[in-house]
């Protein structure tokens, strides 16, 4: 008897996935690989590039003043007074901790940067995607990128579609 039960249960669940299934038509796309394919995304690294550049060499630049000022105060150590080496240090440190504060700003404005320059290209995927979506009648469109949590993905792949509506070759 209980094996009945549980082989009409698991019938049950079958035939109203099968409805579900039928009632809903639903795709997938790799949304990274469409992302990385548009131009904007070519242009938006071309100048993510460029200020990483200048944050780079505004570093350097900063960073070789201080290595030489170091220099400098440890050949003068043997000759200053205790009070003089003190402050000297106390200098040191305090653009030691200057550098490391332009750093962090620097890696924080680069991830505004990229983020600011991200979003309306994710947003023109994302419309057109849902305009594909929509005029091939899917309900749903499943991001199969790896790691997004997609396992299996039989279904229709959007991928040349979105990229015609985009204009990507």
Do not use: C, W
Request: glycine share 4%.
């Amino acid at each position: 008897m209980k094996l009945f039960k549980n082989l009409l249960l698991t019938s049950v669940l079958i035939l109203g996935a099968m409805t579900v299934n039928a009632q809903s038509k639903v795709a997938h796309i790799n949304t990274d690989e469409l992302v990385a394919a548009m131009p904007e995304t070519k242009q938006m690294q071309e100048e993510l590039k460029k200020v990483v550049q200048a944050y780079d060499a505004d570093f350097k630049e900063q960073s070789t003043a201080l290595q030489t000022k170091m220099q400098k105060y440890d050949k003068e150590a043997p000759t200053q007074t205790d009070a003089e080496n003190q402050k000297r240090l106390q200098e040191v440190q305090d653009a030691q901790r200057k550098l490391q504060m332009y750093q962090q700003t620097a890696r924080e404005e680069l991830q505004k940067k990229e983020f600011d320059l991200y979003k309306p290209i994710a947003e023109r995927a994302q419309k057109a995607i849902d305009a594909v979506a929509a005029a091939k009648g899917f309900d749903y469109v499943i991001d199969s990128t790896p790691g997004k949590g997609l396992v299996v993905f039989k279904g229709t792949d959007l991928m040349a579609d979105v990229k015609t509506n985009l204009g990507i070759k």
